[in-house]
């Protein structure tokens, strides 16, 4: 096991300004471009602060869901949350579940069943999936 770190890198875009006449108006935005790159701990390259650190072999990964969520006021897309880390096996199996689009409770057994921490917040009433990514710890290079 070594320890690693994960960075995402992604473009920030406004798809519908705020109305100034609705004061409960929260507009809509994007996350596009997602890269993400994996790098052991010890590497020198300054890249920023990574978003996860963990332990893990080098043949294992990360699942990355993204999906858009909201509210009655608003409402963003390409946000993600980040699974793992486990092996490809495991990783390939929560994808699949995943882009099944099960509801809540089908996908806390399957997580539960694979062992894999974690909430699925790409599933309620404002959330939509967009894609899940198996991303391969192994591999320095920007993944998208």
Known sequence: MKQYKLY???DHITTREIDENDEWDAGEDA????QVRILPSDHKEN?????KTFLAKPTDAIVMVIYGTGCTFGHTDGVHTLLGPMSKKTAEK???????????????ETMKKLKV???PCWIGYFEQLDRVLVLNVGDSSWQS
């Open 8 to 10: 995402v890198e992604s």
């Open 47 to 51: 890249v920023g602060h990574p978003d």
């Open 94 to 108: 929560l994808k699949n579940a995943i882009d099944a689009r099960g509801d809540s409770g089908a996908m806390y």
């Open 117 to 119: 921490e974690g909430y």
């Open 31 to 34: 996350y596009i471009n997602h």
